[in-house]
């Protein structure tokens, strides 16, 4: 583990487009290291690995300092790295407020020549500076040049032929150390420290249904006796999970209806209480051709009259309304008669048992 980047030759090469647009942004945003992950795994294929180095003076610790990419096919790898520049271009130091920075990342190769295009079968590799044990040692393993001086004396030898007395002259040489050993054996223990202080600090995390570990979801949802079921896409069961009181309050109400079609379809709807199916009329209605909404739908029927008797007690009806048809069909389109499908089955597992309801499009 190098605790800093490796001097590259030349100017910084402008970002080439594409891909490598996500992994600039990282770079000047000076995103921290979990949010940098979440991003790139939201918008990239790629790997993503974290390569931890020692923290220079006035940077953020945890903070993505550069973007390391190592091709898949071999070659030398591309780091962006970000650099803070003054309004007039020229680069500033540590000590100028960040209000008055601007960070600008730049693409760099070793060879100089500009890479191809992300391959999603890179590694991309965050350098995240942290606060190491490299502190503590002396200053000649802290610095980027590690340097030891000694003292050498030197006779002159005719003097010590001619008089047997030996004229010595001191003279101090410097030369480096090489401290990669140390630096390296340390990182070993500042890495296992790293995480173990990063579990800690994430505890909080575990209980949260929007980052805790899958299979913790159903756990979690115990608490509050929710059953979850794990066959459903994982965004879906986190936000159940997160949801589950509220649903549990409104459950059966107009409220508690639309907002579980919500999580579990993700189609806009409401519910329109009280309001009752077209009756049937002699001449004047249709009859539904298909047993379900969602044959129905397929044989695109309009919106049917339908018998029901009046005679017993008033049958208590709402309707769940859908946005209109061409909407419908272009949101979900092959999807659209399972998603009916799904509709039905939890509008009937939510609703009271002593209501009945219908569906229909916006506009019929």
């Given at each position: 583990?190098?605790?800093?980047?490796?001097?590259?030759?030349?100017?910084?090469i402008p970002v080439v487009p594409g891909d490598y647009d996500h992994l600039r942004t990282v770079v000047e945003v000076n995103y921290p290291v979990?949010?940098?992950?979440?991003f790139l795994n939201r918008h990239l294929s790629?790997?993503?690995?974290?390569?931890?180095?020692?923290?220079?003076?006035?940077?953020?610790?945890?903070?993505v300092r550069a973007v390391q990419v190592n091709p898949a096919a071999g070659g030398e790898p591309a780091i962006i790295r970000g650099v803070r520049t003054l309004p007039d271009g020229s680069r500033a130091s540590h000590f100028v407020p960040d209000d008055l920075v601007t960070v600008r990342a730049e693409l760099a190769t070793v060879d100089g020549?500009?890479?191809?295009g992300l391959d999603p079968r890179d590694t991309i590799v965050l350098h995240i500076p942290v606060r190491g044990y490299l502190r503590f040692l002396p200053g000649a393993y802290q610095g980027a040049v590690p340097t030891e001086q000694r003292t050498i004396v030197k006779a002159d030898e005719a003097s010590t032929r001619r008089w047997g007395v030996r004229d010595e002259v001191?003279?101090?040489?410097?030369?480096?150390?090489?401290?990669?050993?140390?630096?390296?054996?340390?990182?070993?223990?500042?890495h296992m420290m790293t995480s173990i202080v990063?579990?800690?600090?994430?505890?909080?995390?575990?209980?949260?249904?929007?980052?805790?570990?899958?299979?913790?979801?159903?756990?979690?949802?115990?608490?509050?006796?929710f059953t979850l079921d794990e066959s459903l896409p994982l965004h879906?069961?986190?936000?159940?999970?997160?949801?589950?009181?509220?649903?549990?309050?409104?459950?059966?109400t107009k409220e508690g209806v639309e907002e579980i079609i919500r999580v579990l379809t993700a189609a806009p709807v409401k519910v329109s209480p009280r309001e009752k199916p077209q009756p049937f009329a002699l001449g004047a209605a249709t009859l539904a051709g298909g047993r379900t909404p969602a044959?129905?739908?397929?044989?695109?029927?309009?919106?049917?009259?339908?018998?029901?008797?009046?005679?017993?007690?008033?049958?208590?009806?709402?309707?769940?309304?859908?946005?209109?048809?061409?909407r419908f069909e272009k949101r979900f389109s092959e999807r659209a008669p399972a998603v009916l499908r799904r509709l039905t089955q939890i509008v009937t597992a939510e609703k009271p048992a002593h209501i009945t309801f219908t569906i229909r499009f916006e506009g019929d």
């Open positions: 583990m190098n605790p800093q980047l490796p001097a590259l030759p030349g100017k910084g979990r949010a940098a992950r979440v790629n790997r993503v690995t974290v390569h931890l180095v020692e923290a220079q003076r006035g940077e953020r610790v945890g903070h020549r500009p890479p191809g001191s003279t101090a040489e410097v030369r480096g150390v090489n401290t990669d050993a140390t630096r390296r054996f340390l990182f070993i223990y500042q990063d579990r800690i600090e994430q505890i909080s995390s575990l209980t949260d249904p929007l980052t805790a570990d899958p299979k913790f979801l159903p756990w979690i949802a115990s608490w509050v006796t879906q069961q986190r936000e159940l999970v997160r949801r589950a009181i509220r649903l549990y309050r409104t459950r059966g044959e129905r739908y397929v044989r695109s029927e309009g919106r049917a009259n339908y018998l029901y008797k009046t005679e017993r007690e008033p049958i208590n009806f709402f309707a769940l309304v859908l946005e209109p048809r061409y």
